[in-house]
């Protein structure tokens, strides 16, 4: 029996949350907000954080430095049950995220730091071994690690083990093409606008099935409208769960956690994309991208 449900690969590091007046006016222009909130942020933080409050047993392979920040990731993981399965961050501080929120909308500044320090060889056969399924996010942020992950989820795959991927937003916008890397991927979680610019195709039907036919299972996020999914030999919609929203940092990562824990429960795609849908709205209940997560009670229905 493997040790571990899921392994989740990527970025981990806070995000420090500011709402309010929080368009920048430059200028030396004095702006009050409502509230700030240091918080666990990282996509792959984020989705390992839902999984384990789903109940997957769940570890995360991420790059965190020997600082402050650093330090309030890994007490965070810890809170939450996720086993942190530490990479060299090659000398680089820790990442952070400035998140600007709004009611509908957000902007994000990023600083990187140990964010790309992932490689493919730190995802080796032995702790693809402890583990039933890997998910990689955030993979535009890290291209070293993105160069060679087709060669990484072959393996995997041939191992016996399944893959997912959410690329998130490309900060470059030059949406390279990750056609390799998606052969070996078993479920790819977009949303709407990444599927469009990855496949280079303005209709979500016609980018999915270009993806389905080489066999992945496309699932793709559809904010207020809930989800999509398309499979070979299917698809189906799910609509979300009405929530006054707080804050929508984090609903795409809760969304993957959602679907990924119903799929190692052995719940079919349909199922499984109703639970992602749910788990992603009610993550914008509160600020952050975990504080308000689902637990299987919130989807159990």
């Given amino acids: 029996m493997a040790e571990f449900d899921v392994l989740v690969v990527g970025d981990a590091n806070p995000d420090l949350l500011l709402r309010g007046d929080v368009r920048p006016r430059f200028g030396q222009a004095e702006q009050l907000l409502t509230a700030a909130d240091l918080v666990l942020g990282g996509s792959a ?50 990442g952070i995220t400035v998140v600007l929120s709004e009611k509908d909308d957000r902007g994000m500044l990023t600083l990187p730091g140990t964010i790309p320090a992932l490689r493919p060889a730190d995802i080796t056969p032995e702790l693809v ?36 991927l959410d690329t998130n937003w490309d900060p470059a916008e030059k949406w390279e093409s990750i056609a390799e890397i998606l052969r070996f991927t078993d479920v ?24 389905v036919a080489g066999g992945t299972t496309v699932v793709m996020k559809d904010g207020a409208r809930g989800a999509r999914a398309w499979w070979p030999g299917g698809t189906c919609a799910a609509p979300g769960r009405p929530v006054d929203v707080v804050d929508t940092t984090g609903a795409g990562d ?3 956690a959602g679907f990924l ?28 991208g975990t504080a308000a997560q689902a637990r299987p009670e919130d989807l159990a229905v």
């Fill in 188 to 211: 790819f979680l977009p949303n709407a606008n990444e599927l469009k610019a990855i496949t280079g195709l303005d209709r979500t039907d016609e980018a999915a099935a270009s993806l």
């Fill in 261 to 288: 824990a119903a799929r190692l429960s052995g719940k079919s795609i349909e199922e499984a994309i109703g639970w992602a849908a749910v788990a992603g709205s009610l993550s914008t209940r509160a600020a952050g």
């Fill in 45 to 94: 933080a984020i989705t390992a954080a839902g999984c384990a409050r789903l109940g997957l047993r769940t570890a995360l392979l991420a790059a965190v430095g020997d600082d402050v920040f650093g330090d309030l990731t890994r007490k965070e993981l810890e809170k939450r049950a996720v086993t942190l399965l530490a990479a060299d961050g090659r000398g680089a501080p820790t």
């Fill in 129 to 164: 071994a402890r583990t039933r399924h890997v998910h990689v996010a955030s993979l535009y942020l890290q291209p070293a690690l993105a160069a060679g992950l087709a060669g990484v989820f072959g393996n995997i795959r041939k191992g016996g083990r399944t893959t997912s």
């Fill in 254 to 256: 809760s969304f993957n």
